[in-house]
């Protein structure tokens, strides 16, 4: 809660982004490793597809489109390169603090992820993006307040919370059909200013395959998260079978 009361403070003075507007990055650099990147772009004339019980038609038409905005050195990527892990359609703000996705910890691939608006009727309830000069190594960053400083742990055979200077926070003023492309690496948070449930929106995430086809999952390296992990790994062998997951049969599919 002393974010919230403090956040202005702790976090800078807030800049409203809209799709239209350039934040200096051309394409996402989806690497495993470095600073957070986030592009924003609008894809409305998808919202029919998106509103229909079967997502598949509008998700695949924003992988198509969201492609030639991303990198992985100068790696060319198409649809047979990348595998979406999970989709969340949902309304509300579920996450209400500053992290990095706890999803990541579970693979060792390349990846991007996804947030697109589809419904709110309020100004406020969307998202923040944090930019930081802070480097990662995928996913799984939490942020508290302690003593009136922002302190990071980024997960690592022995994790520490340490200071985290935010360079510059932006909230995402978005219009129906506009969406946030970001790395893992990129620091967000929901809008916790609004219960937000005015707010419609689908998140996924996106694994590019390794060069030879390969996807590296390992969910079970430490105990936290256990429930978020087991559905993760179901739904990785019924997207990708068994040998990502079963050590007789290799790390790696």
């Given at each position: 809660?002393?974010?919230?009361?403090?956040f202005?403070?702790?976090?800078?003075?807030?800049?409203?982004?809209?799709?239209?507007v350039?934040?200096?990055?051309?394409?996402?650099?989806?690497?495993?490793?470095?600073?957070?990147?986030?592009k924003?772009?609008?894809?409305?004339d998808?919202?029919?597809l998106?509103?229909?019980?079967?997502?598949?038609?509008?998700?695949?038409?924003?992988?198509?489109?969201?492609?030639?905005?991303?990198h992985?050195?100068?790696r060319?990527?198409?649809?047979?390169?990348?595998?979406?892990?999970?989709?969340?359609?949902?309304?509300?703000?579920y996450f209400?603090?500053?992290?990095?996705d706890?999803?990541?910890?579970?693979?060792?691939?390349?990846?991007?992820?996804?947030?697109?608006?589809l419904?709110?009727?309020?100004?406020?309830?969307?998202?923040?993006?944090?930019?930081?000069?802070?480097?990662y190594?995928?996913?799984?960053?939490?942020?508290?307040?302690?003593?009136?400083?922002?302190?990071?742990k980024?997960?690592?055979p022995?994790?520490?919370w340490?200071p985290?200077s935010?360079?510059?926070?932006?909230?995402?003023?978005?219009?129906?059909?506009?969406?946030?492309?970001?790395n893992?690496?990129?620091?967000?948070m929901?809008?916790?200013?609004?219960?937000?449930?005015?707010r419609?929106?689908?998140?996924?995430?996106?694994?590019?395959?390794?060069?030879?086809?390969?996807?590296?999952?390992?969910?079970?390296?430490?105990?936290?998260?256990?429930?978020l992990?087991?559905?993760?790994?179901?739904?990785?062998?019924?997207?990708?079978g068994?040998r990502?997951?079963?050590?007789l049969?290799?790390?790696?599919?």
């Amino acid at each position: 809660m002393s974010l919230y009361w403090q956040f202005d403070a702790l976090c800078g003075p807030v800049h409203p982004m809209t799709a239209f507007v350039n934040n200096g990055v051309d394409r996402v650099n989806c690497g495993r490793s470095g600073k957070g990147e986030f592009k924003v772009l609008s894809m409305a004339d998808l919202l029919p597809l998106l509103r229909e019980e079967n997502k598949q038609p509008g998700i695949r038409g924003i992988l198509e489109r969201v492609l030639p905005h991303v990198h992985v050195g100068n790696r060319p990527l198409s649809i047979d390169d990348i595998v979406v892990i999970d989709v969340i359609a949902a309304r509300g703000a579920y996450f209400p603090s500053i992290h990095t996705d706890i999803e990541w910890e579970m693979y060792s691939n390349a990846g991007f992820q996804v947030w697109m608006l589809l419904e709110n009727w309020k100004e406020k309830g969307n998202m923040f993006m944090f930019e930081s000069d802070e480097t990662y190594d995928g996913g799984g960053a939490s942020v508290k307040v302690r003593n009136n400083q922002l302190m990071i742990k980024k997960p690592s055979p022995s994790p520490e919370w340490k200071p985290l200077s935010i360079r510059k926070t932006l909230y995402l003023a978005f219009q129906c059909g506009d969406l946030v492309l970001f790395n893992q690496n990129m620091l967000h948070m929901s809008d916790f200013r609004s219960n937000a449930d005015s707010r419609l929106s689908i998140n996924f995430r996106v694994l590019i395959r390794k060069p030879c086809g390969g996807i590296n999952f390992s969910p079970f390296k430490s105990r936290d998260n256990m429930l978020l992990k087991m559905y993760h790994a179901i739904l990785f062998v019924m997207l990708c079978g068994l040998r990502g997951v079963c050590p007789l049969f290799g790390p790696s599919v």
